[in-house]
């Protein structure tokens, strides 16, 4: 389970191993992949079935957590895969065991 200390996350879903790429930020993690999970929520990830957590990132602060959300979807893609693939090789779903 993730640090719940920290107040705002960035993260990376994906629906695959080098599927498509969705970036995100939420004060609660935990609410945010149960709505994606569960497509409670219209839009792009609803649209692609983008539900696995393979990245995040924690901050205390919202606007430490905004600039890096920027940021990482002005990257290119292979500096974002490189990115997941730095801990998270297999590109395992980090929520797959939040739910039942």
Known sequence: MYNRQYS???????NKKNGTLYIG???????????????????????????KLIYLEHFQYVNDAIKREK???????????GLIEKDNADWKDLSSDWFN
């Open 8 to 14: 705002f996350y960035v993260y990376i879903l994906s």
């Open 25 to 51: 930020m939420t004060n609660d993690l935990e609410r945010r992949m149960f709505e994606h999970k569960n497509k409670l929520v219209e839009g792009f990830t609803k649209k692609y079935s983008l539900n």
């Open 71 to 81: 940021q990482l979807k002005n990257w290119k893609r292979q500096w974002k895969i």
